[in-house]
């Protein structure tokens, strides 16, 4: 049974974007039984026609267009950053369902008044985190118990770009601090080991002209309330010449390291391979738990909360980089 008012099946969808995420999304919205996509809006008009033609829906001129129709039941948002925030809160606003990609807002405030909103007016809200869904989080958390007491933790993910695109991802304002626009690196490690105590960061950027880059690099240090270490290396563009995806926790048992899609498993004297599945998939299967949740009141896999949490760190990890000091993140959530 259903949580939330106005529940319609097939619930009409209205998407906002047009990209590589937003064609996914529409194929997973086509895909199931539940859904319909109705109207798709785009910051361009010809990018809208096209993707409304490729997946048979109607074009609209604008988000606030698209959030203000009467047969859109859901908006799902597949924006630039900077947008999620504003666009989420007046969908909710207008008694909209909201599917978001991390992260719902550039301001943990703003998310946080999102969520609350949200809950008020008893209408769905998801934030996507299908990291969480992957080979990679589901192996970690499955083999986690083997190493002992985790103390000491690093992910790295680390992008070449010979020559960096005129696009969203490479503008710092829509983009967003990119600990925040790529939440995902933060939030595995509070799903896995809990709240954050404290932080330091440093980030940089290349080739900065009127807002683009061209190069973005950002390191930060946590500690973690269990008093764990841990380290975050995340860094794309021009400027990066060595490619990395390698994730390991040390415990005092033992310890794993993935790196790529390859695992290794060390206990004591013994050592073994883990292999990672196959990623594909990832966000059909973030759109069919969360209709479950919607429909039928199953647990989702993500809450607005965990994702608001990670945000929170996110916005210390960017103080912190901006002031040269260590940020304090009390359980309340606030940074001093």
Same mark, same amino acid.
């Given at each position: ?10 619930? #009409? ?9 937003? #064609? ?16 798709? /809006? +785009?910051?361009?008009?010809?990018? %809208? ?9 109607? !074009? ?8 203000? $129709?009467?047969?859109?039941? &859901?908006? $799902? ?8 925030? !504003?666009? %989420?809160?007046?969908?909710? #606003?207008? $008694? ?21 909103? /949200?809950? =008020? ?5 998801? *934030? ?31 992008? !070449? ?5 005129? #696009? ?12 925040? %626009?790529?939440? +995902? ?31 973005? &690099?950002?390191?930060?240090?946590? @500690? ?8 975050? *290396? ?29 695992? @290794? ?24 738990? /969360? ?19 990670? &945000? ?10 901006? =002031?040269? %000091? ?11």
């Amino acid at each position: 049974m259903s949580l939330y008012r106005y529940v319609r099946n097939p619930l #009409k969808i209205g998407l906002v974007g047009t990209g590589f995420v937003a #064609k996914v999304r529409a194929q997973s919205i086509l895909a199931d039984e539940r859904t319909q996509l109705v109207a798709v /809006a +785009s910051s361009s008009p010809e990018r %809208a026609q096209s993707f409304a033609t490729e997946f048979g829906c109607k !074009p609209v001129a604008s988000w606030q267009e698209l959030v203000a $129709m009467p047969e859109v039941d &859901l908006v $799902m948002i597949c924006s630039t950053n900077d947008n999620h925030g !504003p666009i %989420a809160k007046a969908a909710i #606003k207008a $008694m909209r369902h909201v599917i978001v990609e991390y992260p719902l807002s550039l301001d943990p405030q703003e998310a946080e008044e999102i969520i609350v909103q /949200a809950a =008020n007016k008893q209408v769905f809200l998801h *934030v996507e985190h299908i990291e969480l869904l992957g080979a990679l989080h589901q192996t970690m958390g499955e083999w986690l118990g083997k190493i002992g007491q985790p103390h000491y933790a690093r992910y790295a993910t680390l992008v !070449p770009q010979r020559q960096a695109p005129r #696009k969203w991802t490479y503008h710092c304002q829509q983009f967003g601090f990119p600990l925040a %626009a790529a939440l +995902s690196r933060l939030h595995r490690f509070t799903n896995l080991f809990g709240e954050v105590e404290r932080v330091s960061c440093q980030n940089r950027y290349g080739g900065l002209e009127d807002g683009w880059f061209k190069t973005s &690099l950002c390191t930060a240090q946590l @500690t973690f309330r269990n008093g764990l270490f841990a380290e975050v *290396v995340y860094g794309k563009g021009e400027e990066i010449w060595l490619p990395a995806r390698r994730f390991e926790i040390q415990g005092d048992r033992g310890g794993m390291v993935f790196d790529g899609d390859h695992g @290794t498993l060390t206990v004591g004297d013994e050592t073994m391979s883990i292999e990672l599945g196959a990623r594909r998939g990832m966000f059909a299967q973030d759109l069919s738990i /969360a209709l479950a949740h919607f429909f039928d009141g199953r647990q989702n896999y993500v809450t607005p909360s965990a994702s608001l949490n990670s &945000l929170r760190v996110a916005n210390a990890c960017r103080a912190a980089a901006a =002031n040269g %000091a260590i940020v304090i993140i009390p359980s309340d959530g606030s940074e001093t």
